[in-house]
Each structure stands twice: as structure tokens, then as C-alpha cells.
């Protein structure tokens, strides 16, 4: 079965300060990866998917990450965090290939941006 | 705004109530989702559906019933709930995709705060 780790729980940078929010997932086979953003009070936001091609994946609102296959991680980054960036921020995977693929969430990270 | 759209936005409810979530989307999108989310923790699949048939279903207990009466639809039947029931379910939908239902981005609506009393 798969799984998805998101060891920071809760983050608080400042603005302009910059973010890399780690995730790791543990499958051996090929998977898709996914980062989605919820706002407080909003519903959950696609900010940037991995299926394939260049590890390095840019998502809306200048966040990007990169796909590690041999560490199995796909990180989030920012360069310069906004107060507006406050949000819980969920990582997801979901393998490919035959059998169940059922979308798989990490615990979630807070992010807390202080003006 | 979300594209998907669920109703109510809030429901309080007693055990013995049978009461309907639903979700509409109008992206054309073959595979629609049920997620479960309880405070400060992710989103748990529920049921999946896939050209309106019933493709997952995560061992939810038999008081949830989905009902997918069309492309568009999703319903979430509740009867007999327990107070740990009390949650955000969340509705997704996504392209059906080659890879599968899961294989497409999903796109989630505001979910329906549910309470049970």
C-alpha cells in the first residue's frame, strides 16, 4: 500500500522568507504527485501535479517541486513567502499501473506567514 | 469559486435523521469522489465513482449510501449516524482518464460541514 509523510506539522516564516515543505511517499512502483493548497474556509486547490517528464514541476502562485525518485520525496518550494500563503498545504500521490489507485493525502502542514 | 458545487454548506443532524448530501459539477468530468475530513487531518476517500458506477469503496459503514443518479450528480445518503461521524465531507471530481479515475487532478468543492447531535 502506499503512503505519504509530511514531517513538518506546522511551519511559521515570515514574509519574504523562503519554504521548502518536505514530503516522502513509500511505493515501489510509478506513481503521480500532487500538491493541493486550502485556504482557511476554502476548499482544497490543485497548486502543482508531477505525472511525468522533468522533475521539476512549476505550480500556480510561483511554488514549485521537485520529483526525487531515488529519495522518494517530492518537496515543495517558494523562494519569497506572502502573507497570503497562509494555508494548510496537503501532499498526495497515487500509484499507476494495475489494481487499486486511490489518491492517497499526508497529514497536511500548516503554514502560518507573518506579516 | 470551485466548479463543484455541494449542498447544504452546513447540516446538523440527530441519529436517527436520514439526511442527503450533493455535489454537482458541470466540467464534464466522468469520475466523481466522497472524501471524509475531520479537524487537523487530511482528506480520507470514501467512494469513488467512474462513469457513474461504483468503482471504490473504501469499507465505509452502510449508514453512508452514495448515489450517482447521473454524469453530473453525486449524492451522499446518511441514515442511523454516530457522532463521530460529525465531519467536512468533501465532493471531488476529475477527468475519468486512461490511468484510471485517480489518474486526473481533482477538483473539490467547499464540502458540507456536517454535525451530528
Known amino acids: 500500500a502506499q503512503s505519504v509523510s509530511q514531517h513538518n506539522h506546522h511551519v511559521i516564516l515570515s514574509e519574504a522568507a523562503s519554504l521548502e515543505l518536505g514530503c516522502n511517499y513509500s511505493?515501489?512502483?510509478?506513481?503521480?504527485l500532487f500538491w493541493y493548497v486550502q485556504y482557511p474556509g476554502q476548499h482544497l486547490q490543485l497548486l502543482l501535479k508531477?505525472?511525468?517528464?522533468?522533475?521539476l514541476v512549476k505550480g500556480i502562485k510561483g511554488f514549485e517541486a521537485e520529483f526525487i525518485k531515488s529519495k522518494f520525496s517530492f518537496n515543495l518550494r517558494k523562494p519569497s513567502v506572502q502573507w497570503s500563503d497562509t494555508a494548510e498545504y496537503f501532499c498526495?500521490?497515487?500509484?499507476?499501473?494495475?489494481?487499486?489507485?486511490?489518491?492517497?493525502f499526508g497529514s497536511g502542514t500548516r503554514l502560518q506567514v507573518q506579516p | 469559486d470551485t466548479e463543484v458545487t455541494q449542498t447544504p454548506k452546513h447540516l446538523v443532524m440527530g441519529m436517527t435523521n436520514k439526511k442527503s448530501l450533493k455535489c454537482e459539477q458541470h466540467?464534464?468530468?466522468?469520475?466523481m469522489y466522497w472524501y471524509k475530513q475531520k479537524a487537523k487531518k487530511p482528506p480520507e476517500l470514501m467512494f469513488v465513482?467512474?462513469?457513474?458506477?461504483?468503482?471504490i469503496n473504501e469499507s465505509v459503514p452502510s449508514r453512508f449510501s452514495p448515489e450517482c443518479p447521473n454524469s453530473s450528480l453525486l449524492n451522499l445518503h446518511l441514515h442511523a449516524l454516530q457522532p463521530e461521524d460529525s465531519a467536512l465531507y468533501l465532493c471531488?471530481?476529475?477527468?475519468?482518464?486512461?490511468?484510471?479515475?485517480?489518474?486526473?487532478?481533482?477538483?473539490f468543492g467547499n464540502g458540507t460541514r456536517l454535525t451530528v447531535t
Open positions: 471531488a471530481s476529475s477527468q475519468a482518464g486512461q490511468g484510471g479515475p485517480m489518474s486526473s487532478p481533482l477538483h
Open positions: 511505493y515501489g512502483g510509478t506513481v503521480n
Open positions: 508531477y505525472f511525468s517528464g522533468d522533475p
Open positions: 498526495a500521490v497515487n500509484a499507476r499501473g494495475p489494481g487499486r489507485r486511490a489518491l492517497t
Open positions: 466540467m464534464g468530468h466522468r469520475a
Open positions: 465513482y467512474s462513469y457513474e458506477k461504483l468503482s
